[in-house]
C-alpha cells in the first residue's frame, strides 16, 4: 500500500484549462493545481472562450487519459486491499486513499468530457464554416488487455447522448419542437449533432421527411442493439411520442415498419411494456394487423413487437397455480386482428400468428377462450399448416392433463378435430395421402400421452373406436396409413422378413444363406436380457389392453373377410394381429393374454363349414398367423447360457461345420511320407518364388494340417528347407508379402501367415526355426525407421502411414497378434524387444494407425508386456490414443465371460483421466459392467475414489446396492449428505429426468430418429437413491431411522388427490416415485406394507383428477409389482402382475378394469366466447343506425355480401358521406370488430369504407369517443353484485378486458341475434344495440 501511496501523491494534480469568467484563454492550456475544485464551473466560463490548437487539446486528452488509468489503478489496488483482513489504523489510510481516488477519476472524466465537447464543437464549426471535414485526431486504440471503468462509462453517455439526440431529431422531424417556428433558431448542432444535416421541416417534402425519419429511427436502433443499459435509461414513452408521425397513414410502410422495430428494441421488462399500455397505440396495431400481403414489411415488424410485448410483459403462472393461468399484456382489439390475420389461410403470417397464439393459450387460457382465439387454434390442428399441428397438439394435451383448463374445452369433440384428417378423409391424391400420414403422426403422438389417451377414452373410448372402425370401410385409400399408426404406437419394428410374408412367401426357406453371418454377428453385440422389460414395454401393454377393448382384432377380421384370396393389405393386417399377439403373450399377465389370443371370430370363420369362403379366409388367417409364430421363434437368439442344443435351431450348420473341422485335421496329421512329399511339391513353392504361381489352396491345406505334426514341420524346416522358402515370402525387406495391395482378396494371404506362425509355435524345431530367422529381426528394424532420431532416416519406411494404409503391411500386426496368443511367442516378442519397439511407437505424433493396430491385434490373455502396452496407450499424452483405447478396453471387457480383475483396475484408471470425454467412455463401460453382481463386488473391494465424478453420480449408486459398497460410503459420510440432498432436491430432479426421457423415448420412436440419450436410457428405471437403499439391510436401518418414507406416506395421504396446487402435484409425483422404488426391492416392500399405502396410491390412479399423476401411478404400481410379494398385494386389489414363464414379475402391471383407470369425470364446458359488455350510446341519426347495422351483418357470412353492397350504395350518397367522415363512427365500427368475430377480408373492408387516416389527432378523438360514447353505468342495466363494474374510460391498450356476459362460442351468428332481441325487451333506458332488430339493409 505505501508504494500505492507513493504513486498517488505523485500525479495528485490535475490538468484543467485555466480561465476566468469573461476572459479568454492565451492559446495554451495552462495547467493548474486543483484539489477539491471541479471541474463544472470552469467549463461554465470556458464555454465562451477560445478554442486551443488541436494539437493542444490532444495533448491535454492523452495527459488526462494516462491520469486516469493511474487513478483507475489505485482505485482498484485501495478495493482489493480492503477484502483482506487489515488492522484499523491502515483500513483507514487504505480507505481515505480510495476516496480520493474516486474524486479524481470524477474529475479527471469531467475534464476529458469538457475537452472532447469542445473538440466536437471546433470540428461542427469548420464543417459548417468550410464545408469540408477534416479528422485531425489520432485513431483510436483498442484497449489491449482489459476496459477501464472510465472508458466505459464515458461510452455510455456518449451513447446516452447520442439516443436522446436521435429523439430530439424525430421530434423536430415530426413538427414538435419548441424551435421550430420560423422565427426561432433550429436547435443547436452541440445539443443534436444529428439534427444539422436534417431536412427543413418548413419547405421539405412528405417522402424527405419520411426518408430522415427512418435513418434516425435505424441509427437509434442500432444504437440501443449495441447498448442494453440505453435500452434500460430511455422511458418508453419518450420514443412513442417521437415515432407517432411514422405510425400514420399518411407515413410510408417502411416508416411504420421502422417505427414498431425501434418501439421493440426500447422494450426490457414487463415495466417497459406496461408504459407502453399507456400510449393508446391498440388502433395503429389493429389497422396494420388488417392491411393485405403488399404492406407484409410492417405486418412482420408489428406481429414481432406482438410477440415482444407477450414475451416480456406477461405475468407466468406461479408455481401453486396451474399452466394457463397469467395474464398477457394485449387488449381484445389487438388479440382479434391477431386472431383474424391466423385464420385467413391466405395470409402469409398466419403460421407465425398461430404460434403466438398458442404460447399464449399456455399462458393466459382465458384471454384465448374470450376471444375466440381457442376455436381458431382448433380450427388450425385439423386443417394445417402440418407443421403446426405437433406444436398445437402438445399445446392442447398439457391443457387436458389440468381439470382446471381442461374445462375450456367441450369433451368429446373439440380435441377430436385432429382425427378428422383420417375419419372424414376420402381422396386418392398425393397430397391427401400426405395429409393422412401428417394425421396418423399427430394421433399417434397424442396418444403417446397420458392426456392424449385418456381424453381419447372418453364416452366409452368414441374416438379410439371412430379410428378403428376406419379399417372396416373397403373403398378407404388410406387404410395402410392407419395400420403403419398402429404398427408405430405399439413400438414394432419390422425386420426385413415381414416384406416377405406380405407378399404372401413362404417364410421356411427366407435368408438361410445369412442367418450364420446373423447370428455370429448377434452373438458379437451385447445385449440386455431378453426378460428385461422397459417402462415404454408396460404403457404399451395398457395400449394393447385398450384397442383389443375398443375393437381392434375384430376390425382387422374384417379386413380378411374382404378377399378369399387375399391382397397385400390382408395380409399386412395378418402381420399385425400376429404381433399384437406376440406382444400381448410378453407383456400382458395370462389371464388377459389369453382371453386376446383366443380370436374368437378367427376361429368361428375357419370352423364354418356352411360357408366355404368363411373357412378359407379363416383357415389362411390362422395358418399365417401360425407361420409368423414359428418364424418367429426361429430367428429369436438363444437363451444365455443354454447349451442344450435343438433340434430345430438355425445354428445347426455351424456346430456340424464345428465338428467336422478337428476330424478333417486329425486325418490330414495321419498323412504318409509319400503323400506328403507329393503335397510339398504340388504347392509349386519349391519351383518358383512367384506366389501367383503358387497353389494357395494346397498350400493353405498343408499348413493347416499336417504342419503341426512335429515330425512333418522338422522335415519341411531342415530336409527340404520348405518353410525357410515359405517364410522369406513375409520377410518386410524382401518387399514380397508387403507390397501386396491392401484388398480383400488379398488378406488371405495375412490369414496364411498366422496359420504358418500357429504351426511353427507348435512344435519345439518351429520355434527354433523363428528364432533364427530374421523374419522378426527385420520388423524391428523396420519400427525403427520410424523413429525421428535415428542416424540415416529412410525415404520410404516399411511401416509409413500410406503404406499401412494401401498395402499389407497392415497385416503384420495380426501375425504378432498371433505370437502373443502363446507364451512361446511372447518370449520371442520379448527377444527380439518388439515390445520396446511398441513403447516408443505409442509415443510417435500422428501415428494412431499403428497404435491402434497394435491393440487390437495384441493377445492379453497372458499377463505380461501385452497388457502393459495397453496401459501405456491408456495413459498416452494424446487424447484420441487414450480414448481408442479405452473404448477397445471397454470391449474387450464387455466381451469377457468371467470379471478380470487387471482389465477393471485399468479401466478405473481411465475414470481420473483429464479429458471429459474419456471419463465419460470409462464411467459408460464401468457401469455398463457393474450390472454383474461378481464384477460390481470386485470394483467394489478395489474401493476407487468417485468424488471427481459428481455427487449423486449412477455409480455410486451402484455402489451402493451392495453390503460391501454401502458400508464404505457410509464410513466416508456419503449415505447422510446425498439422502438430505435427494430429500429436498434430487427427488424432484429424479421425477423431470424420467419424464423428459419418457417423452423422448415415445417421440424416438414415432420419428424413428436416433438420440443419444435415449439410447443412454433404454426405457429402464433409472436408478432411484431410496430404491438402492432398501437393497442392503443397513440401508433399511438408515431409511427407518431418518423417518423420511413415514413422511412420504403423510404426504401422499394428505395431497394424492391434489389438482390445482402445480407445486403440490408436483412433489406428489417425486414422493410417488420414491415410495415406488422403495417397494420395487424385497427389503423395502415392508415399508409400504407397513403404512398400507398401496391403497392410497390406488386411489390415486383411478381417481387423480390430474391424468399425468395417474400415469405416475401406473409406473409405480409396476415398480411394486416386480417382487412376488408385490404382486401378490396388488392382485387382491385387481391389478395383476405380468410374469414370466419361469413364475418370476417382470415389473409390469395393468388394471384388470381397464375403463375404470383410463376414464375421466364428466365436465361442463366454460370456455365461451364474450361480447363486449360496454354499451355506446345510440346514433343520432337513422342514417347512422343504418351504416352500424349493416357493418353489424358484415360479420354474418349468409347475408354478408348484400350489406356490402348497401354498404357501397350508402358510402356514394351525399346523405351518408358525412358518416364515413365521423371520428365518432368511425370509433363505433372499430369498437364493433374488436368485440366481434369479423374474417380478415371484411375487417380490411370496413377500414376501407371511412375516408379517414389514422394519425395522432384522430387517434387522441377515438379515445376521446370511447369515454363520450360509452353509457355510464346508471344508465345501463344494474349489474349483478359478483361482477366488476364497467370501466369508464377506455380500456387500457395491451391489457386483458374485464370479464363479460359469455355466449356459446359459435360460427353461426344466430343465438347471438336471438339472445340480443330477448335482451332488448327488457325495460332499460335506451342504448345502441349492435345486434339487427327488424330489418336488414340491402333486402327489400
Given at each position: 500500500m505505501p508504494a500505492a501511496s507513493g504513486e498517488h501523491s505523485s500525479h495528485s494534480s490535475l490538468s484543467i484549462p485555466n480561465s476566468t469568467d469573461g476572459g479568454t484563454s492565451n492559446g495554451s492550456a495552462t495547467p493548474t493545481t486543483t484539489t477539491g475544485q471541479s471541474a463544472p464551473s470552469m467549463m461554465g466560463a470556458a464555454s465562451e472562450a477560445t478554442l486551443v490548437s488541436d494539437g493542444d487539446r490532444e495533448t491535454q486528452i492523452q495527459m488526462l487519459s494516462d491520469q486516469l488509468k493511474v487513478e483507475n489503478r489505485i482505485k482498484e489496488g485501495a478495493e482489493n486491499l480492503l477484502q483482506m483482513p487489515l488492522n484499523p489504523a491502515l483500513r483507514t489510510q487504505v480507505e481515505s486513499e480510495l476516496a480520493t481516488a474516486k474524486q479524481k477519476i470524477q474529475a479527471i472524466e469531467r475534464s476529458m468530457e469538457y475537452f472532447s465537447e469542445r473538440g466536437s464543437r471546433r470540428r461542427n464549426h469548420e464543417m459548417n464554416g468550410n464545408g469540408i471535414r477534416k479528422f485531425t485526431g489520432q485513431p483510436?486504440?483498442?484497449?489491449?488487455?482489459?476496459?477501464?471503468?472510465?472508458?466505459?462509462?464515458?461510452?455510455?453517455?456518449?451513447?446516452?447522448?447520442?439516443?436522446?439526440?436521435?429523439i430530439k431529431a424525430l421530434l423536430h422531424l415530426s413538427r414538435q419542437y419548441p424551435y421550430s417556428h420560423p422565427s426561432s433558431s433550429a436547435p443547436s448542432p452541440s445539443a443534436s449533432p444529428s439534427?444539422?444535416?436534417?431536412?427543413?421541416?418548413?419547405?421539405?417534402?412528405?417522402?424527405?421527411?419520411?426518408?430522415?425519419?427512418?435513418?434516425?429511427?435505424?441509427?437509434?436502433?442500432?444504437?440501443?442493439?449495441?447498448?442494453?443499459r440505453v435500452r434500460y435509461e430511455l422511458d418508453v414513452a419518450e420514443v412513442v411520442h417521437a415515432v407517432l408521425p411514422s405510425l400514420a397513414d399518411k407515413a410510408t410502410k417502411q416508416a411504420r415498419a421502422t417505427a414498431y422495430r425501434l418501439i421493440r428494441h426500447s422494450l426490457v421488462d414487463s415495466h417497459s411494456v406496461r408504459r407502453l399500455g399507456e400510449q393508446h397505440l391498440d388502433w395503429y396495431i389493429v389497422k396494420t394487423l388488417s392491411r393485405d400481403n403488399k404492406h407484409s414489411v410492417e405486418k412482420e415488424q408489428v406481429i414481432k413487437l406482438i410477440r415482444a410485448i407477450v414475451d416480456l410483459g406477461s405475468e407466468r403462472h406461479l408455481s401453486h397455480s396451474g399452466v394457463g393461468a397469467g395474464s398477457v399484456p394485449l387488449s381484445d382489439a389487438v388479440m382479434r386482428a391477431l386472431i383474424a390475420v391466423a385464420e385467413y389461410p391466405e395470409d402469409p403470417f398466419k403460421p407465425i400468428c398461430v404460434q403466438t397464439l398458442t404460447e399464449i393459450l399456455l399462458i393466459d387460457i382465458e384471454l384465448m377462450a374470450r376471444t375466440g382465439g381457442i376455436r381458431v387454434l382448433l380450427h388450425a390442428l385439423a386443417e394445417g399448416p402440418l407443421e403446426m399441428a405437433p406444436l398445437l397438439s402438445q399445446a392442447f394435451l398439457h391443457i387436458v392433463d389440468s381439470p382446471k383448463t381442461r374445462a375450456y374445452l367441450h369433451p368429446g369433440t373439440d380435441l377430436e378435430i385432429a382425427l378428422s384428417g383420417i375419419t372424414d378423409a376420402y381422396g386418392k391424391s398425393s397430397e391427401h395421402q400426405e395429409r393422412v400420414k401428417g394425421c396418423t403422426r399427430i394421433v399417434s403422438s397424442m396418444l403417446r400421452t397420458w392426456s392424449g389417451l385418456m381424453y381419447c377414452c372418453i364416452n366409452d373410448m368414441t374416438a379410439i373406436r371412430a379410428l378403428i372402425d376406419c379399417l372396416r370401410i373397403p373403398s378407404l385409400e388410406t387404410r395402410e396409413l392407419i395400420l403403419d399408426m398402429f404398427f408405430d404406437l405399439l413400438n414394432i419394428k419390422p425386420p426385413e422378413w415381414h416384406k416377405t410374408f406380405i407378399e404372401g412367401r413362404r417364410l421356411t426357406m427366407y435368408g438361410r444363406a445369412r442367418r450364420s453371418a446373423e447370428i455370429i454377428q448377434r452373438e458379437q453385440i451385447p445385449h440386455k436380457p431378453q426378460d428385461t422389460l422397459k417402462l415404454t414395454d408396460q404403457y404399451i401393454a395398457l395400449l394393447i389392453l385398450v384397442f383389443s377393448k375398443a375393437g381392434l382384432l375384430d376390425a382387422l377380421t374384417s379386413m380378411f373377410e374382404e378377399s378369399s384370396v387375399g391382397s397385400p393389405l390382408s395380409r399386412r393386417a395378418t402381420l399385425l394381429m400376429a404381433e399384437i399377439l406376440q406382444k400381448a403373450n410378453r407383456v400382458l399377465p395370462l389371464s388377459i393374454a389369453a382371453k386376446i389370443q383366443a380370436l374368437p371370430r378367427v376361429f368361428s370363420l375357419a370352423s364354418d363349414y356352411n360357408d366355404n369362403e368363411h373357412r378359407i379366409v379363416g383357415s389362411a388367417a390362422l395358418s399365417a398367423i401360425n407361420s409368423f409364430n414359428r418364424h418367429w421363434s426361429r430367428m429369436e437368439p438363444a437363451v444365455k447360457g443354454d447349451t442344450r442344443p435343438r433340434a430345430n435351431s438355425i445354428e445347426d450348420a455351424l456346430r456340424r461345420q464345428r465338428q467336422i473341422e478337428p476330424a478333417k485335421l486329425k486325418m490330414s496329421m495321419q498323412m504318409d511320407d509319400k503323400t506328403f512329399q507329393a503335397l510339398l511339391l504340388d504347392t509349386q513353392v519349391m519351383a518358383t518364388k512367384d506366389h501367383m504361381k503358387w497353389n494357395f489352396e494346397t498350400l493353405q491345406d498343408l499348413i493347416e494340417g499336417p504342419l503341426h505334426s512335429a515330425k512333418r514341420m522338422e522335415e519341411a524346416i531342415k530336409v527340404s528347407r520348405y518353410i525357410r522358402k515359405v517364410m522369406s515370402f513375409f520377410h518386410p525387406f524382401s518387399h514380397r508379402f508387403c507390397d501386396l495391395a491392401n484388398t480383400k482378396q488379398n488378406h488371405r494371404w495375412v490369414r496364411l501367415g498366422c496359420s504358418l506362425l500357429d504351426a511353427l509355435m507348435?512344435?519345439?524345431?518351429?520355434?527354433?526355426?523363428?528364432?533364427?530367422?530374421?523374419?522378426?529381426?527385420?520388423?524391428?528394424?523396420?519400427?525403427?525407421?520410424?523413429?525421428?532420431?535415428?542416424?540415416?532416416?529412410?525415404?520410404?519406411?516399411?511401416?509409413?502411414?500410406?503404406?499401412?494404409?494401401?498395402t499389407l503391411t497392415c497385416g503384420y500386426f495380426e501375425m504378432l497378434g498371433t505370437l502373443s496368443k502363446r507364451k512361446e511367442g511372447v518370449e520371442l516378442l520379448e527377444k527380439f524387444?518388439?515390445?520396446?519397439?511398441?513403447?516408443?511407437?505409442?509415443?510417435?505424433?500422428?501415428?494412431?494407425?499403428?497404435?491402434?493396430?497394435?491393440?487390437?491385434?495384441?493377445?492379453?490373455?497372458?499377463?505380461?508386456?501385452?497388457?502393459?502396452?495397453?496401459?501405456?496407450?491408456?495413459?498416452?499424452?494424446?487424447?484420441?490414443?487414450?480414448?481408442?483405447?479405452?473404448?477397445?478396453?471397454?470391449?474387450?471387457?464387455?466381451?469377457?465371460?468371467?470379471?478380470?480383475a487387471w482389465m477393471l483396475r485399468l479401466l478405473l484408471t481411465q475414470l481420473y483421466d483429464p479429458s471429459p470425454d474419456v471419463r465419460e467412455l470409462a464411467v459408460r463401460f464401468l457401469e455398463e459392467a457393474c450390472e454383474s453382481m461378481d464384477v460390481l463386488q470386485m470394483v467394489v473391494e478395489m474401493q476407487p475414489t468417485l468424488d471427481h465424478l459428481g455427487e449423486g453420480h449412477p455409480l455410486l449408486l451402484k455402489f451402493m446396492s451392495t453390503p460391501t459398497g454401502f458400508r464404505f460410503l457410509y464410513a466416508a459420510d456419503y449415505i447422510d449428505r446425498e439422502i438430505e440432498l435427494w430429500f429436498h432436491e434430487r427427488n424432484l430432479h429424479y421425477v423431470v429426468h424420467i419424464e423428459v426421457f419418457l417423452a423422448k423415448a415415445f417421440i424416438q420412436n414415432a420419428n424413428e430418429d436416433v438420440d443419444d440419450s435415449v439410447l443412454a436410457f433404454e426405457g429402464i428405471v433409472p436408478l432411484h437413491f431410496y430404491g438402492v437403499m432398501a437393497k442392503t439391510e443397513l440401508g433399511c436401518e438408515v431409511l427407518q431411522e431418518k423417518g423420511h418414507f413415514t413422511e412420504f406416506a403423510q404426504f401422499i395421504r394428505r395431497h394424492g388427490l391434489e389438482s390445482e396446487d402445480q407445486e403440490v402435484i408436483f412433489k406428489l409425483k417425486s414422493v410417488l416415485w420414491a415410495v415406488g422404488n422403495i417397494g420395487a426391492t424385497e427389503r423395502g416392500l415392508p415399508f409400504l406394507e407397513e403404512e398400507e399405502i398401496i391403497p392410497?396410491?390406488?386411489?390415486?390412479?383411478?381417481?387423480?383428477?390430474?391424468?399425468?399423476?395417474?400415469?405416475?401411478?401406473?409406473?409405480?404400481?409396476?415398480?411394486?409389482?416386480?417382487?412376488?410379494?408385490?404382486?401378490?398385494?396388488?392382485?387382491?386389489?385387481?391389478?395383476?402382475?405380468t410374469l414370466s414363464p419361469l413364475g418370476l414379475p417382470t415389473g409390469l402391471c395393468v388394471p384388470l378394469d381397464v375403463n375404470k383407470f383410463v376414464s375421466i369425470p364428466p365436465w361442463e364446458c366454460v370456455a365461451n366466447e364474450a361480447v363486449d359488455d360496454s354499451r355506446?350510446?345510440?346514433?343520432?341519426?337513422?342514417?347512422?343506425?343504418?351504416?352500424?347495422?349493416?357493418?353489424?351483418?358484415?360479420?354474418?357470412?349468409?347475408?354478408?355480401?348484400?350489406?356490402?353492397?348497401?354498404?357501397?350504395?350508402?358510402?356514394?350518397?351525399?346523405?351518408?358521406?358525412?358518416?364515413?367522415?365521423?371520428?365518432?363512427?368511425?370509433?363505433?365500427?372499430?369498437?364493433?370488430?374488436?368485440?366481434?368475430?369479423?374474417?380478415?377480408?371484411v375487417r380490411r373492408y370496413i377500414f376501407d369504407l371511412f375516408n379517414i387516416d389514422l394519425d395522432a389527432d384522430i387517434v387522441q378523438q377515438l379515445s376521446e369517443c370511447a369515454i363520450s360514447l360509452r353509457i355510464p353505468l346508471t344508465a345501463q342495466e344494474p349489474a349483478e353484485p359478483s361482477e366488476p363494474s364497467p370501466i369508464d374510460?377506455?380500456?387500457?391498450?395491451?391489457?386483458?378486458?374485464?370479464?363479460?356476459?359469455?355466449?356459446d362460442e359459435s360460427d353461426d351468428e344466430g343465438s347471438d341475434v336471438e339472445e340480443k332481441e330477448a335482451a332488448a325487451k327488457k325495460p332499460r333506458a335506451p342504448v345502441m344495440s349492435l345486434r339487427p332488430k327488424s330489418r336488414i339493409i340491402g333486402f327489400s
Open positions: 483510436l486504440q483498442p484497449a489491449d488487455g482489459w476496459k477501464e471503468e472510465g472508458s466505459e462509462r464515458d461510452d455510455f453517455r456518449t451513447a446516452m447522448h447520442q439516443a436522446r439526440s436521435a439534427t444539422s444535416t436534417l431536412p427543413n421541416v418548413l419547405t421539405a417534402s412528405e417522402a424527405e421527411l419520411n426518408r430522415a425519419r427512418i435513418e434516425t429511427m435505424a441509427r437509434l436502433i442500432g444504437l440501443l442493439q449495441r447498448n442494453l507348435s512344435s519345439p524345431d518351429g520355434i527354433r526355426f523363428l528364432h533364427d530367422d530374421e523374419f522378426l529381426s527385420q520388423l524391428v528394424k523396420s519400427f525403427a525407421q520410424l523413429d525421428p532420431l535415428t542416424q540415416a532416416p529412410v525415404p520410404d519406411p516399411i511401416f509409413s502411414k500410406k503404406r499401412v494404409q494401401d524387444k518388439l515390445f520396446t519397439a511398441f513403447y516408443h511407437l505409442t509415443e510417435l505424433r500422428q501415428r494412431d494407425d499403428l497404435i491402434k493396430g497394435i491393440i487390437e491385434n495384441l493377445d492379453y490373455s497372458i499377463d505380461g508386456h501385452s497388457r502393459i502396452v495397453l496401459s501405456k496407450a491408456l495413459t498416452s499424452q494424446y487424447k484420441t490414443i487414450r480414448h481408442y483405447s479405452t473404448d477397445y478396453l471397454g470391449g474387450l471387457i464387455r466381451a469377457s465371460p468371467t470379471a478380470n392410497s396410491i390406488l386411489e390415486i390412479a383411478e381417481q387423480s383428477l390430474v391424468l399425468s399423476v395417474r400415469g405416475t401411478c401406473f409406473f409405480v404400481l409396476g415398480l411394486i409389482s416386480s417382487t412376488p410379494q408385490g404382486a401378490e398385494i396388488l392382485d387382491d386389489y385387481h391389478w395383476e402382475a355506446l350510446a345510440p346514433p343520432e341519426s337513422d342514417e347512422e343506425m343504418e351504416v352500424m347495422t349493416a357493418i353489424y351483418n358484415l360479420a354474418n357470412t349468409v347475408i354478408a355480401n348484400a350489406a356490402s353492397r348497401s354498404l357501397t350504395k350508402m358510402k356514394s350518397k351525399p346523405e351518408y358521406r358525412h358518416i364515413f367522415n365521423s371520428p365518432s363512427m368511425f370509433y363505433r365500427a372499430l369498437h364493433t370488430i374488436s368485440s366481434q368475430k369479423y374474417r380478415q377480408p374510460d377506455k380500456p387500457a391498450p395491451f391489457r386483458p378486458r374485464a370479464a363479460r356476459h359469455n355466449v
